[in-house]
């Protein structure tokens, strides 16, 4: 087959991100198992087989298998879900940005072979990192004393693969069928966190839980296939909706127009765009307004991707406060009887109260994700100035590499900080229209616990970025800080002999002071913030001393 | 037949049309050199021509077959040189082209080997460290290894040296000899008048001219210079005069013919004063029609 080779080439572009989703979610899993297993399980024990059920305890498991739920079920689908939807992205959408897939379709192979080779790629690269996963799961709880059970993890597995293989197949097809990488990534990205939302909250009103079979994310989970195993017709209608999403892409490849804009030179702030830019005057630019005119344009670089997630953030949380309302009746009813253990499963107090409820659902992990996804992507504007030649544009002016490094630091530290105002502006929105009574100060707690959190990522990203000027250096710092940060903090503070070591994380000073239920702790606070003040430091050293890419 | 030929070619961008009603003709054995400046349509042509791009109304042909409904088996004839050549930054020269040879099949590796011995082309360093001349040379011998019976060349010499321009030429000129044909665009004039045998200027979308380069020696670019001031309409309708200008008491006209002719069609009331001639080159062709008409 004359496209195989296509196919292999894409696979080994992808082995680090394979290879560092893998390792990052199998160390999880087996770091959690690890955790669970020297735990006092009884209280698990002692629960109703329905609450066993619901928490996805399989007949006959010990309580550990809970460590595959807190890190595969939901963390570890949507890991390997993103990383398909990256992989669906670059196949086509990435490719023809970077002028590399004009070149190779004027080789004897149709656009629909090119199509078809792509998403054969998408596709190997979900089944490789589920395959390799799900061979660490089975032997990872081997060295601990855990009982399967009638636990179905082959099932699971086949899940999450399926509903990554979905996931990267609608990113593979938004991007060959309009060539817009943004569009591709953003989309997959957002029907990815809504499903899973969705899955969780549209079951609880009887008024939409049959809406709930719309979802991808309940075709996998709903059946809880590490208890039920594997739901086949749900699976049966992932693969066909995978299938049906590389039809349309191949056939949308097929059949429009390449882009071919050249490479971007800044295009959007330049004088064509903005009239009144091209006026000139003979008088020299001062040295302040240059700083300015440099903030602006990086500022401009990254306001859309700011101002989206800003905006995602508050509506969101806004909507949070009346949905809470209105469910929590259901919501007492299944947690009451919960020990307080298995909510820390969800970073969560206690899902019956507002703040609770506002914590486990919007800032537990939804509001992290975003801040580093913010702090990554300022930092891979850095670096892709860098790898196209931008940045040496810049530098040919009178600036400093400093000057030009502290100004995309400074805009890193003002988006997160819109990003902190959104998310604190939503949840006082939520709370008001809600009227959940929580205190403007539990409201800034949580919001300044945020920025903290998104400042400290953002120096270690801003650290990789200024030793490296590889890409992958600054997503895998994004991904172990981030991810690997935030699985610690949960799976630590699970047993008491492994608590004090989830201090470790920065999750654990993001978090562990409940800062929506407690206002600021300002110890928290000042241990994420004085590390990131000296990183940004060692960073504006570091940045000058490498050689930019040339 | 022609190697390649478009036929009434079109082509919208919303409200811009980038080409309107292009017919060219390659014949099989010949450089046809595609001139124009930046934003002429030359690129547009070509990724109509390799199937990238759609043409609005209109088609074309490649080996006698449609662009459009025939295009592996045209791929698997033709190499081609794109603008602006983006390599993936990861690999090597020499993986970049094993890659390209796998999916294309059938390529002797000896080739590469010669073209890269030819062309000094660095094949074991990532494509990310070479230069953007080092890197053209990877897309040379990508678009040559096969031995492609047609070559499309989008602005092929951009960022090599004068020792590896005069190279390329050299193997531009042997692809032809041994029959095969070439089609490139560029609007370095000296390269399209060193290599091709046709060319076709394309202005704002529209070929507006095609010359051989032969013939083009032919023509002469001449200066009168008279004792009053002259009118371009008394020189336009001359027999082989194109290209009129006229300042004060100057005219600077194209002239294919024996000067005795032009000067005895000279208006009588005219004094002639001084006279220059000299042989035109392309760049005064090319001139010509992109002199703004206002």
Redesign the interface.
């Known amino acids: 087959m004359?496209?195989w080779?296509?196919v292999t080439?894409d696979l080994a572009?992808a082995k680090w991100a394979i290879l560092g989703v893998v390792v990052g979610v199998g160390s999880m899993v087996v770091l959690a198992v690890g955790m669970f297993s020297v735990m006092d399980t009884t209280v698990y024990d002692d629960l109703p087989d329905y609450l066993r059920s619901l928490l996805g305890i399989p007949d006959g498991a010990s309580a550990a298998i809970l460590a595959y739920n807190a890190t595969l079920t939901t963390v570890g689908a949507a890991t390997v879900a993103g990383l398909a939807i990256g992989l669906g992205t670059r196949s086509v959408a990435s490719e023809e940005a970077?002028?590399?897939l004009?070149?190779?379709?004027?080789?004897?192979?149709?656009?629909s072979?090119l199509g078809l080779a792509k998403a054969a790629a998408v596709t190997f690269a979900a089944v490789f990192s589920t395959l390799a996963i799900w061979l660490i799961a089975e032997v990872g709880h081997l060295p601990f004393d855990v009982e399967m059970g009638r636990a179905h993890l082959g099932a699971l597995m086949l899940g999450i693969g399926a509903h990554a293989w979905l996931y990267g197949a609608l990113a593979f097809a938004i991007g060959a069928f309009s060539g817009n990488k943004a569009a591709a990534l953003a989309i997959s990205s957002t029907l990815l966190a809504i499903g899973w939302l969705l899955s969780g909250l549209l079951p609880l009103w009887t008024e939409t839980q049959t809406l709930v079979r719309l979802v991808p994310w309940h075709w996998y989970a709903g059946n809880s296939p590490l208890q039920n195993g594997l739901d086949g017709g749900y699976f049966a209608l992932t693969v066909a909706v995978a299938l049906a999403f590389i039809a349309i892409g191949s056939y949308g490849l097929a059949r429009r127009?390449?882009n071919?804009v050249?490479?971007r030179l800044f295009q959007k702030e330049s004088s064509q765009s903005k009239p009144h830019a091209a006026k000139t005057s003979s008088a020299p630019t001062p040295r302040g307004k240059t700083n300015l005119g440099l903030f602006q344009l990086i500022f401009n670089q990254t306001r859309i991707l700011a101002a989206s997630l800003g905006a995602g953030m508050l509506v969101f949380l806004a909507l949070m406060g009346p949905l809470y309302n209105s469910m929590k009746d259901q919501l007492a009813d299944s947690f009451a009887t919960l020990p307080p253990e298995l909510l820390k499963i969800w970073d969560a107090p206690d899902m019956t109260t507002p703040e609770g409820f506002l914590w486990g659902e919007g800032m537990g992990m939804v509001a992290p994700v975003v801040v580093v996804v913010l702090a990554a992507g300022i930092a891979s504007k850095l670096l892709g100035d860098e790898?196209s030649g931008r940045l040496g544009l810049l530098l040919s002016t009178p600036l400093q590499r400093t000057q030009i490094f502290s100004i995309y630091l400074l805009t890193m530290l003002l988006q997160l900080t819109w990003l902190a105002l959104a998310t604190g502006v939503g949840l006082f929105i939520g709370a008001t229209v809600g009227g959940l009574g929580i205190a403007i100060s539990q409201i800034v707690g949580a919001s300044v616990h945020l920025w903290a959190l998104g400042v400290f990522m953002g120096a270690t990203i801003a650290t990789a970025s200024a030793l490296s000027h590889s890409r992958s250096a600054a997503s895998v710092t994004a991904a172990v800080v981030g991810l690997g940060g935030y699985l610690l903090h949960v799976t630590l503070s699970l047993s008491e002999s492994t608590a004090s070591w989830a201090r470790i994380s920065p999750f654990y000073y993001y978090s562990s002071s409940s800062p929506l239920m407690h206002g600021s702790n300002f110890g928290h606070l000042a241990i994420l913030l004085i590390p990131a003040t000296a990183l940004f430091v060692f960073a504006l050293v570091a940045y000058p001393r490498r050689d930019l890419?040339? | 037949m022609s190697a390649l030929a478009t036929f009434n070619l079109t082509k919208r961008f919303g409200r811009t049309e980038a080409l309107r009603g292009v017919d060219l003709e390659v014949e099989s054995g010949e450089v046809y050199g595609l001139l124009g400046p930046n934003g002429a349509g030359k690129s547009t042509a070509i990724r109509i021509l390799l199937d990238e791009i759609r043409a609005t109304s209109g088609h074309a042909e490649i080996f006698g077959l449609d662009t459009r409904q025939d295009t592996v088996e045209i791929h698997r004839r033709l190499g081609y040189l794109p603008s602006d050549l983006a390599l993936y930054p990861k690999l090597t020269g020499a993986e970049t082209l094993r890659l390209f040879a796998r999916i294309r099949g059938e390529v002797p590796w000896g080739n590469v080997e010669i073209l890269a011995k030819r062309f000094k082309a660095d094949l074991h360093r990532r494509n990310a460290e070479l230069s953007s001349g080092n890197r053209q040379k990877i897309g040379i011998i990508a678009a040559f290894m096969h031995q492609p019976e047609l070559l499309i060349l989008d602005e092929p010499i951009a960022g090599l040296d004068p020792l590896m321009q005069n190279e390329f030429h050299q193997l531009i000129g042997e692809t032809v000899a041994e029959g095969r044909t070439v089609f490139l665009s560029s609007h370095t004039l000296s390269e399209v008048q060193r290599v091709a045998h046709r060319v076709g200027i394309i202005r704002n979308g529209a070929l507006v001219s095609v010359q051989n380069v032969t013939e083009l020696r032919s023509i002469r670019r001449v200066e009168l210079v008279f004792n009053q001031v002259v009118e371009a309409a008394d020189f336009t309708a001359i027999t082989g005069v194109s290209d009129v200008v006229t300042h004060h008491n100057t005219v600077t006209m194209n002239f294919t013919g024996e000067i005795g002719m032009l000067l005895e069609a000279v208006p009588s009331d005219y004094r002639l004063v001084d006279i220059m001639s000299q042989e035109a080159d392309l760049e005064d062709v090319f001139l010509a029609y992109y002199r703004d008409p206002t």
Do not use: G, M, N
Not at chain 1, 106 to 111: E, F, M, N, Q, Y
């Open positions: 004359k496209t080779p296509i080439h572009r970077d002028r590399t004009q070149w190779l379709l004027s080789l004897p192979i149709s656009r072979q127009d390449l071919f050249p490479p790898h890419r040339v």
